[in-house]
């Protein structure tokens, strides 16, 4: 993984120095809380409902044993003894007093970590394919050029004020494994026909009150011309995006309003006028990067390990675990491996200072000294031979983190909700932990098969609601809470945003009204169908008869 | 009027804080001044801001509170209960003992209606 | 209002001409976009030197073709979130605006790097503000990560020369 040289350890270390005059002008006075606002937010410091939030990058998901267990002991003093993970691949931290995070974010430069940038109305922590560099199905390494976007959007003088935060996402992948389309700017790594690599760019995707799927700006960007093309992007949307109104501010409302064909000329005026410039990647810079991102020193194997067979077969439990979280890794004799965090005990991505402690010996031990953070809010053991996969599984265990449930219905995206923010409407982490009971028998969770649902408190849709299979989106009716479902929604390379389903129900009916819409779908599919299937094959108006039966009677 | 309580978060460790009698701001919704005319609520609310000029609060405002048969103040609307008792989710986190805030595990939806709890 | 010129308050020789008032002749002052259209034969005449004021609604392209009449130019932030101004600045020494370019309205001093790597040659501070508080920002950061107007080396350039030196 990537690691500073003095040139980034320095930076961060100036950065946290600057933010620590910020926290002091604050605290005497000299800056009101509205001009600290956006000063602290660009540094990841939120004020919550509660409390101070501190949200850490971790850039494209990608971290190291040594850094986890700064984590933890970050969890242990400033937070109470826990982290949360986004779905953005970052992790933050409830609690810390506002005297204390400049040492925190010291503390964090020490292990090459850092808040930058993962709030505020600025270029956001980029995001990647939590299984780059394992996965079979990529064409390059995500990572290498995410860092490149990472170190080229860090501070970027004329982008740090922008209408309205964006966000960018890599993938090098047919298979969409971090909602590329739903970012900002998607970037997908391709190979033209000469061999060269360049990105498929697309632009204007987003979920909050107005969903959009991303449209594709550019088909094929070479790749030493990637960050002008960001530039040109960024400065038109800069320019021209709304500022009147932050709900209309994105840059999905500018394509929108401006229409595709129309701002694309704009961006490909921009950039003609800058591409030649020292915008270029040099080669140097990538070929630099891109040995930190070597493939580790993987053992020669064999495909079929014959101990891994024998233990499948003689443990039902870890063979169920093995089927649900267990991936095929490029390297012969290796897996990747998917460590839920929707366990029964914590609030979804939660995870407390003492796992955050075992997983980081964990993956020195199992998997080269390497975690991934994904935007499903689990973490990733990238590279774990076949043969030592039982032994893990066992550890994990020990742990509680054996959960085989990736994927399933309760592996859910969850946005913290009223029980921690201050935007939400409604909570979000209660709906999903009385949904889980529900489905805690692991048959009934494999039987269902991928079923992705996802909540979220209020319209802002940090649950992602609009992308689940079934969604769930939190309202405030007179003072009570209420959840409107959404169906038929994937955030993946199927990319559709749901479409709601009817009125929303009470906090009592919710669970209740997800398990009618389930128990459809399982006397309705045909074999093999994903719930997401069925209901394309059928569409809404079963669900949604089946759902609101007296609607059906009234109308008759 | 409705009775009112003044609430903010504290500037320096972030925690929420009400108005108690005597200006200070108390961690504790019990502690918190009962504001029962318009006239003393504008008047705590001019010296809330004032606390928010002397960098010792941020964003104080007024919450409507009824009392239970013990006497008790509590906020009308879910969102100041979860302000004021802490997160639903953890037991460690509440900041006050209110039966059916903490959500529990049992299946029975932990409805929160506006209201005496 | 005091104007802040690299790393000192200097002297202003141009006023602000109130859309209503008479064009002096010496010039030296500075119109809205608005009496630009209105009286453009007018200022492309005056001897004097004109300068503009734009506001971070109104693009440098509405100027585009009448960059060469003035000499100086202002961009307006009418709230320090308010970040078009930096993308205007970038813009106008694209065209190829050889002038002054100042920062006026609200702006906080922890953006005075950023005015700078944008290309902004001045900025007007508060009253009682000092230059020494404002450079306090300029020097947070001993290389910057990405190239801009300024001539501040990136570090990706640094690591090649670092690179070249070692072999």
């Known amino acids: 993984m990537y690691r500073y040289d003095e040139f980034d350890r320095k930076f961060v270390n100036e950065r946290v120095a600057e933010f620590r005059g910020q926290v002091a002008r604050r605290m005497s006075g000299e800056l009101s809380e509205e001009e600290f606002r956006p000063l602290r937010l660009m540094n990841g410091l939120y004020l919550q409902l509660h409390a101070y939030m501190l949200r850490v990058a971790i850039p494209y998901g990608t971290f190291s044993a040594e850094q986890m267990r700064k984590l933890a002991q970050i969890a242990r003093t400033y937070d109470r003894g826990y982290g949360h993970f986004t779905t953005r691949q970052n992790i933050q931290f409830n609690w810390p007093k506002l005297e204390d995070v400049p040492n925190l974010l010291a503390e964090l430069a020490d292990v090459e970590m850092h808040a930058i940038q993962t709030s505020g109305n600025c270029i956001r922590n980029v995001t990647a394919d939590p299984y780059a560099g394992a996965i079979v199905d990529e064409v390059d390494d995500s990572r290498i050029w995410a860092e490149i976007v990472r170190q080229w959007s860090t501070l970027h003088p004329e982008f740090t004020f922008l209408g309205r935060k964006f966000k960018i996402a890599v993938s090098a992948s047919d298979y969409d494994r971090a909602v590329v389309r739903f970012h900002d700017i998607g970037l997908f790594i391709k190979k033209n026909d000469a061999g060269e690599t360049g990105f498929e760019v697309w632009i204007g995707g987003g979920l909050g009150r107005t969903p959009m799927i991303g449209k594709i700006s550019n088909e094929f960007v070479p790749a030493e011309d990637l960050l002008s093309y960001l530039e040109a992007v960024l400065r038109v949307y800069n320019m021209n995006g709304r500022r009147d109104n932050k709900y209309k501010a994105r840059i999905k409302i500018l394509v929108h309003e401006t229409g595709l064909d129309e701002l694309r000329a704009q961006i490909d005026a921009e950039w003609a006028a800058i591409k030649d410039s020292a915008l270029k990647v040099p080669e140097y810079e990538i070929e630099r990067i891109r040995v930190y991102f070597a493939p580790p020193p993987f053992e020669t194997l064999n495909a079929v390990d014959r101990g891994f067979e024998t233990k499948k077969f003689e443990n039902p439990e870890f063979s169920r675990w093995v089927n649900g979280n267990v991936v095929a890794h490029k390297q012969v004799g290796y897996a990747i491996v998917n460590i839920s965090l929707k366990t029964d005990d914590l609030p979804p991505g939660d995870i407390t200072a003492d796992q955050m402690d075992n997983l980081a010996d964990l993956a020195e031990n199992y998997s080269f000294d390497e975690i991934r953070a994904t935007h499903e809010q689990n973490l990733v053991f990238a590279h774990v031979k076949q043969s030592e996969l039982f032994e893990l599984w066992r550890e994990l265990g020990e742990i509680g983190l054996a959960m085989p449930n990736i994927g399933k219905v309760t592996d859910m995206i969850v946005c913290p909700g009223l029980d921690y923010c201050g935007l939400a409407n409604t909570r979000s982490i209660p709906v999903a932990q009385r949904i889980s009971k529900r489905y805690a028998d692991l048959d009934q969770q494999f039987d269902l098969g991928e079923l992705k649902l996802k909540i979220s408190g209020c319209i802002n849709a940090c649950g992602h609601h609009h992308v689940g299979h079934i969604g769930l989106l939190g309202v405030d009716r007179r003072g009570e809470e209420f959840y409107q479902i959404t169906l038929g929604g994937s955030g993946a390379e199927d990319a559709a945003i749901g479409s709601i389903i009817g009125p929303a129900f009470s906090s009592s009916d919710i669970v209740d009204a997800v398990e009618e819409l389930i128990n459809f779908y399982v006397e309705i599919r045909n074999q093999g169908e994903r719930f997401l299937d069925t209901y394309r094959r059928v569409g809404a108006a079963p669900f949604k008869s089946r759902l609101y039966p007296e609607k059906l009677d009234a109308a008759a | ?117 | 209002m005091p104007l802040l010129k690299g790393r000192n308050i200097v002297e202003d020789a141009w006023t602000l001409l109130a859309d209503n008032l008479e064009l002096p002749e010496a010039g030296f002052v500075i119109v809205s976009l608005d009496r630009f259209i209105r009286d453009r034969d007018l200022l492309v005449a005056c001897s004097g030197p004109i300068g503009v004021r734009l506001s971070s609604a109104q693009s440098p392209e509405l100027i585009a073709d009448a960059l060469e009449v003035f000499s100086l130019i202002e961009l307006e932030f009418p709230a320090f979130t308010d970040g078009r101004p930096y993308s205007y600045a970038q813009l106008l020494h694209r065209l190829g605006f050889a002038g002054e370019i100042r920062a006026v309205g609200n702006v906080l001093r922890d953006q005075y790097l950023n005015l700078k790597r944008c290309g902004f040659d001045a900025l007007e501070i508060k009253e009682g503000e000092t230059a020494e508080e404002w450079c306090i920002a300029t020097g947070a950061f001993s290389a910057p990560y990405q190239v801009a107007y300024d001539t501040e080396k990136p570090i990706m350039s640094l690591r090649e020369k670092r690179l070249a030196a070692a072999s």
């Not at chain 2, 903010?8 to 925690?15: C, K, S, T, Y």
């Not at chain 2, 001044?33 to 003393?40: C, P």
């Not at chain 2, 960098?55 to 239970?68: A, C, F, K, L, W």
């Not at chain 2, 006050?96 to 529990?104: A, M, S």
């Open chain 2, 1 to 117: 009027m409705e009775h009112h309580v003044i609430t903010a978060n504290r500037l320096n460790d972030g925690l929420v804080v009400f108005m108690g009698e005597d200006g200070c701001w108390e961690n504790s919704i019990l502690d918190a001044q009962v504001l029962e005319t318009d006239e003393t609520l504008k008047i705590c609310l001019a010296s809330a801001n004032t606390a928010e000029q002397a960098q010792i609060v941020v964003g104080p405002y007024e919450i409507e509170v009824i009392e239970n048969d013990k006497g008790e103040f509590r906020p009308l609307r879910f969102r100041e209960r979860i302000r004021a008792y802490g997160p639903t989710t953890h037991a460690d986190f509440a900041t006050q003992d209110v039966p059916g805030h903490l959500t529990h595990l049992d299946d029975v939806s932990p409805v929160y209606f506006n209201g005496v709890g």
